[in-house]
């Protein structure tokens, strides 16, 4: 267990509809990192955010938005959904404080598998 | 280019075989981090080791071990005594600058008893 939890573990939904995904982060850890796993993209980085504020992107779609909230949850928002948005979705986390010395490992959660029929 | 290949998509091996599992990256960066991962049949993704640019000093773990050689841009990785467990997609993975992984394309490890 890497201590991230994802909610929902499944979700089918249809085209056009709009989705949020949940994760919460290892107690401590400030980053959050989302990762897209298709067949045909593999895996892939979304965006990254860093105590609240959004640190840094990579091939996220305008569809698609995120936020991390205060207490460091963070929401990915998929909207206008389209078959091929259909993915497992992974959020991961790192850069605690404290005793974890290896700020540099991402920890991964279970993982948001995504059906859009 | 593609900054991590796993140029094996696919190995089949029987117990008790040892394999390895090839990573070759491409960066610019003189400060990077290397990170193999499991992802078992149930999906989660395992970390299972980094390893920064500048300490060649190759890793064992138990059946693990991992070789990086800088003057191949490789970071290979050697199950030994293989076990029907360690079924399961492998990815390599690369961290320059910013803080996002580039993961290659994995290679997917059938261990048959």
């Known amino acids: 267990d890497s201590g991230v939890t994802q909610t929902p573990k499944h979700l089918i939904t249809a085209t056009g509809q709009r989705v949020t995904l949940r994760c919460s982060p290892r107690?401590?850890?400030?980053?959050v990192y989302w990762y897209q796993q298709s067949l045909d993209q593999g895996l892939q980085f979304l965006i990254q955010?860093?105590?609240?504020?959004?640190?840094a992107k990579g091939n996220i779609l305008e569809r698609f938005s995120a936020q991390q909230f205060p207490d460091l949850h963070s929401e990915l928002n998929l909207s206008s959904l389209e078959l091929g948005d259909s993915a497992l979705y992974f959020c991961a986390s790192s850069g605690g404080t404290g005793k974890d010395l290896r700020p540099h490992e991402q920890y991964f959660g279970p993982g948001t598998r995504l059906t859009v029929t | 280019a593609q900054k991590v290949t796993q140029a094996q998509t696919e190995i089949s091996v029987v117990e008790k075989e040892d394999v390895t599992l090839d990573c070759v990256y491409e960066t610019r960066d003189t400060t990077y981090y290397l990170f193999w991962y499991k992802q078992p049949p149930s999906g989660e993704l395992v970390f299972l080791i980094r390893r920064n640019s500048f300490d060649e000093q190759n890793e064992i773990s138990g059946r693990y071990s991992w070789n990086f050689q800088k003057s191949t841009s490789s970071f290979n990785f050697t199950i030994t005594a293989s076990q029907v467990v360690d079924s399961a997609v492998y990815f390599c993975?690369?961290?320059?600058?910013?803080?996002?992984?580039?993961f290659g394309g994995g290679t997917r490890l059938m261990v048959k008893p």
């Open positions: 993975a690369l961290k320059e600058g910013g803080n996002m992984l580039t």
């Open positions: 955010y860093y105590n609240g504020e959004e640190r």
């Open positions: 107690s401590g850890d400030l980053s």
